[in-house]
């Protein structure tokens, strides 16, 4: 009796058979037996025409794989009463978007496979419905970027594959999260993340670089689907592999300091600059604080160490061109600005070397390079007193510019920091000279006295990578073209090693051609000698020989003492023997009219 109470009591507990049993249509199911003796049920539906995730799925589902269908979205909650499902594969179909509470009810999923799908966007804060979820696949998708909240969803996970997506970089907060990770406990040797980035736009800029230096590191608990990941982009580095990179930190843009303040008289032109550092390259630009339209043009630059430069150009300034002036670098890091006054004065009379719309070679060049000399002068020597520096002294103009002319200026490099100027002032006479110099763009210059008679002058204490102006002319006068030179002391100082190296190189290979024909003709005139020697007295060396003996007889007629000397003797005169041989036997005589020992 009580056994058919407990079976009745199991029946009316027990669920409905067909919720147990029952397939979805256009689908199959199949049973598992687990290791533990439980059962496992698998449901696949590969139904082409399907558009939507089936509705009546057996609870005790522990597989689900809707493959290559027509399902374009999977509403929320779709598969919230499959608590024991624990692999859902979608892979394949036409889906575009995935519910944020899609995964609603999951809290066995361990397994999320949506490979080759159209999803330009996934609900990263929906995994937090699966907290045991440990294998993500994205891959092939139309995914461009993954957020930094996405972070702390995926810091459990042991497979990501976000392969062949439009992924340009990846979010500091991410690869913070994987950093620390330890190997697999289950097993000590297995990698504790394994990870698919390839086949990605990578875009290589300075955002890529915490990736780059990611990848590089010696991670035992990281492995990589595919280690050799390429650049993109931009421009030159399409498809230069990570490994080859040398990427810089971002950096927000820096402001080098400069002028709060310019004085320039009225119709001058003025130029204010503007120079900032940053990574990447921070965009330039000027503006007015009071919002009137700029009065001239702005040209971005780069200079060699890095340095953004604005140059803002105001032609003929007016009254209505003075006030503030506000420059400003960007990149998407931040904006920094900085403010320069801009006071426009009456035009005064100079009694310094500086620039004057009458003098002479002001305007009259000719050509493009003359114009564009009498542009820059105009630009970087404003007609307005020039304040004095160190060594300066006043004077007045003392005769007429054409008696004093400054020609033939050159720089000479000496160091990094210092050059000479050299010139030629034949008609200068005992008039004395000034030098003005002053980085490139700045509006006051120094000046050093330059006594009577010298043509040479070295400036020191210049800073490398930075454009000088220099200008030589007599005391109170304006300069002409050939007086001023724009110049770089480390370029110049360059040129100059380079020049003498190329000196050396050519004077080497000049001696180096010259010696084997030197060698060559002196060989050729001893072989022609030597050839003489051995084949005796010939008409000429007996007309040598006879001249020998007549001087020796004119000598001994003159000394009265000396014996005459022979035919022989004079024979022994180009004999290798020493002088003391001959001494020594002073009476040989010498048998025929040949000689057997000598040097060719």
Same mark, same amino acid.
């Given at each position: 009796?009580?056994?058919?109470?407990?079976?009745?009591?199991?029946?009316?507990?027990?669920?409905?058979?067909q919720?147990?049993?029952?397939?979805?249509?256009?689908?199959?199911?199949?049973?598992?037996?687990?290791?533990?003796?439980?059962?496992?049920?698998?449901?696949?539906?590969?139904?082409?025409?399907?558009?939507?995730?089936?509705?009546?799925?057996?609870?005790?589902?522990?597989?689900?794989?809707?493959?290559?269908?027509?399902?374009?979205?999977?509403?929320?909650?779709?598969?919230?009463?499959?608590?024991?499902?624990?692999?859902?594969?979608?892979?394949?179909?036409?889906?575009g978007?995935?519910?944020?509470?899609?995964?609603?009810?999951?809290?066995?999923?361990?397994?999320?496979?949506?490979?080759?799908?159209?999803?330009?966007?996934?609900?990263?804060?929906?995994?937090g419905?699966?907290?045991?979820?440990?294998?993500?696949?994205?891959?092939?998708?139309?995914?461009?970027?993954?957020?930094?909240?996405?972070?702390?969803?995926?810091?459990?996970?042991?497979?990501?594959?976000?392969?062949?997506?439009?992924?340009l970089?990846?979010?500091?907060?991410?690869?913070?999260?994987w950093?620390?990770?330890?190997a697999?406990?289950?097993?000590?040797?297995?990698?504790?993340?394994?990870?698919? *980035?390839?086949d990605?736009?990578?875009?290589?800029?300075?955002r890529?670089?915490?990736?780059?230096h990611?990848?590089?590191?010696e991670a035992?608990?990281?492995?990589?689907?595919?280690?050799g990941?390429?650049c993109?982009?931009?421009?030159?580095?399409?498809?230069?592999?990570?490994?080859?990179?040398?990427?810089?930190?971002?950096?927000?843009?820096?402001?080098?300091?400069?002028?709060?303040?310019?004085?320039?008289?009225?119709?001058?032109?003025?130029?204010?600059?503007?120079?900032?550092?940053?990574?990447?390259?921070?965009?330039?630009?000027?503006?007015?604080?009071?919002?009137?339209?700029?009065?001239?043009?702005?040209?971005?630059?780069?200079?060699?160490?890095?340095?953004?430069?604005?140059?803002?150009?105001?032609?003929?300034?007016?009254? *209505?061109?003075?006030?503030?002036?506000?420059?400003?670098?960007?990149?998407?890091?931040?904006?920094?600005?900085?403010?320069?006054?801009?006071?426009?004065?009456?035009?005064?009379?100079?009694?310094?070397?500086?620039?004057?719309?009458?003098?002479?070679?002001?305007?009259?060049?000719?050509?493009?390079?003359?114009?564009?000399?009498?542009? *820059?002068?105009?630009?970087?020597?404003p007609?307005?007193?020039?304040?004095?520096?160190?060594?300066?002294?006043e004077?007045?103009?003392?005769?007429?510019?054409?008696?004093?002319?400054?020609?033939?200026?050159?720089?000479?490099?000496?160091?990094?920091?210092?050059?000479?100027?050299?010139?030629?002032?034949?008609?200068?006479?005992s008039?004395?000279?000034?030098?003005?110099?002053?980085?490139?763009?700045q509006?006051?210059?120094?000046?050093?006295?330059?006594?009577?008679g010298?043509?040479?002058?070295?400036?020191?204490?210049?800073?490398?990578?930075?454009?000088?102006?220099?200008c030589?002319?007599?005391?109170?006068?304006?300069?002409?073209?050939?007086?001023?030179?724009?110049?770089?002391?480390?370029?110049?100082?360059?040129?100059?090693?380079?020049?003498?190296?190329?000196?050396a190189?050519?004077?080497?290979v000049?001696?180096?051609?010259?010696?084997?024909?030197?060698l060559?003709?002196?060989?050729?005139?001893?072989?022609?000698?030597?050839?003489?020697?051995?084949?005796?007295?010939?008409?000429?060396?007996?007309?040598?020989?006879?001249?020998?003996?007549?001087?020796?007889l004119?000598?001994?007629?003159?000394?009265?003492?000396?014996?005459?000397?022979?035919?022989?003797?004079?024979?022994?005169?180009?004999?290798?023997?020493?002088?003391?041989?001959?001494?020594?036997?002073?009476?040989?005589?010498?048998?025929?009219?040949?000689?057997?020992?000598?040097?060719?």
């Amino acid at each position: 009796m009580r056994v058919a109470l407990g079976m009745l009591w199991l029946l009316a507990l027990r669920p409905p058979p067909q919720a147990w049993s029952s397939c979805p249509p256009r689908c199959s199911c199949s049973l598992q037996v687990l290791g533990d003796g439980s059962m496992a049920r698998t449901v696949v539906c590969n139904d082409p025409d399907m558009t939507l995730p089936p509705v009546a799925l057996p609870p005790d589902t522990c597989r689900l794989r809707l493959e290559r269908t027509a399902i374009r979205r999977v509403p929320a909650a779709a598969f919230v009463s499959l608590r024991r499902l624990e692999q859902l594969w979608l892979p394949y179909n036409a889906l575009g978007r995935l519910g944020a509470r899609a995964l609603r009810g999951l809290g066995r999923l361990r397994e999320l496979r949506l490979p080759g799908n159209r999803l330009a966007a996934f609900p990263w804060a929906s995994l937090g419905d699966a907290p045991r979820l440990r294998l993500l696949d994205l891959q092939a998708n139309r995914l461009a970027a993954v957020p930094p909240g996405a972070a702390r969803f995926l810091r459990d996970l042991t497979f990501l594959d976000l392969s062949s997506n439009r992924l340009l970089r990846l979010p500091p907060a991410l690869l913070a999260a994987w950093a620390p990770l330890p190997a697999a406990p289950s097993l000590p040797g297995r990698p504790g993340l394994v990870l698919g *980035l390839q086949d990605n736009p990578w875009a290589c800029d300075c955002r890529l670089h915490d990736l780059v230096h990611f990848l590089e590191g010696e991670a035992p608990h990281l492995a990589f689907i595919e280690a050799g990941l390429r650049c993109a982009g931009p421009g030159d580095l399409a498809g230069v592999a990570f490994r080859q990179l040398q990427l810089s930190r971002c950096q927000g843009p820096e402001l080098r300091p400069g002028m709060a303040s310019v004085r320039s008289p009225l119709g001058s032109t003025v130029l204010l600059r503007c120079g900032a550092t940053g990574v990447p390259e921070p965009q330039m630009s000027w503006r007015r604080v009071s919002g009137r339209p700029l009065n001239g043009t702005v040209h971005q630059q780069v200079s060699r160490d890095g340095t953004s430069w604005a140059l803002l150009g105001l032609p003929a300034v007016s009254h *209505l061109d003075a006030g503030d002036y506000v420059c400003q670098a960007s990149n998407f890091l931040g904006a920094s600005e900085t403010l320069t006054s801009l006071v426009v004065t009456e035009p005064q009379a100079s009694t310094e070397c500086s620039r004057s719309p009458e003098a002479p070679g002001a305007g009259t060049g000719e050509g493009p390079e003359a114009a564009a000399y009498d542009r *820059l002068v105009a630009r970087h020597m404003p007609p307005t007193p020039w304040p004095a520096g160190p060594g300066m002294e006043e004077g007045g103009p003392t005769g007429p510019q054409e008696a004093r002319t400054v020609t033939a200026l050159k720089v000479v490099g000496d160091t990094h920091q210092s050059v000479t100027l050299v010139w030629k002032a034949p008609r200068a006479g005992s008039a004395a000279l000034s030098v003005l110099y002053a980085v490139l763009g700045q509006q006051a210059m120094r000046r050093v006295a330059v006594p009577p008679g010298r043509t040479r002058v070295t400036l020191r204490g210049l800073v490398p990578e930075t454009k000088y102006v220099a200008c030589v002319c007599a005391r109170g006068l304006a300069p002409r073209k050939e007086q001023c030179v724009v110049f770089s002391p480390d370029e110049v100082a360059d040129a100059e090693a380079t020049q003498r190296l190329i000196n050396a190189v050519v004077a080497s290979v000049a001696a180096v051609i010259a010696l084997p024909l030197t060698l060559l003709v002196g060989c050729g005139a001893l072989r022609r000698r030597c050839r003489q020697s051995r084949a005796g007295r010939s008409p000429e060396a007996t007309s040598t020989y006879l001249s020998l003996d007549g001087l020796s007889l004119s000598l001994s007629e003159d000394s009265g003492a000396r014996p005459q000397p022979g035919v022989g003797e004079a024979d022994g005169l180009l004999s290798a023997r020493s002088s003391s041989s001959l001494d020594s036997a002073p009476g040989a005589s010498r048998q025929g009219g040949r000689v057997d020992e000598h040097f060719c």
